[in-house]
């Protein structure tokens, strides 16, 4: 149940973050929903995969990893990987909003859902 309340989370903002970014460009409503839940699916894992390792975690972590798993995500949407399905950006500075959102998110999402049992930081 917590995996599925961050992929909700998270894919709402990501609808919202691609929404207010002057930098994205969606033809279709479809192609935004798909490319929401795959960055939402990538987003929300990050806090399983620290639970599978028994890493530490702590904000700035997985704060940090949020960062950088968009900014690779949001780079290939840059490059134009996606065109074909209709997204596209008018450059990676005009993206950076949508990182910013996605990312601070992000880690609220892996730090509190699912925290109760604070399996992570034992």
């Known amino acids: 149940m917590t995996y ?3 992929l909700g989370i ?4 990501i609808l919202f ?3 207010v970014s002057p930098g994205i460009l969606i033809e ?3 192609y935004s ?3 929401s839940l795959g960055v939402a699916a990538i987003n929300a894992i990050i806090r399983t ?4 390792n028994q890493w530490k975690s702590s904000w ?3 704060g940090f990893w949020a960062v950088v798993i968009n900014v690779i995500l949001f780079w290939i949407l840059s490059l134009g ?3 074909w399905l209709g997204i596209t950006t008018n450059s990676f500075s005009s993206v950076i909003l949508a990182i910013i959102i996605v990312s601070i998110v992000s880690t609220i999402c892996n730090h509190f859902i699912g925290f109760k049992r604070s399996d992570i930081d034992k």
């Open 33 to 35: 929903f798909f490319w």
């Open 49 to 52: 995969v620290f639970v599978v």
């Open 60 to 62: 700035i972590l997985m």
């Open 17 to 19: 973050a691609s929404r």
């Open 10 to 13: 998270l894919f709402v903002f």
């Open 4 to 6: 599925a309340a961050r």
């Open 28 to 30: 279709n409503h479809w």
């Open 81 to 83: 990987a996606l065109s």
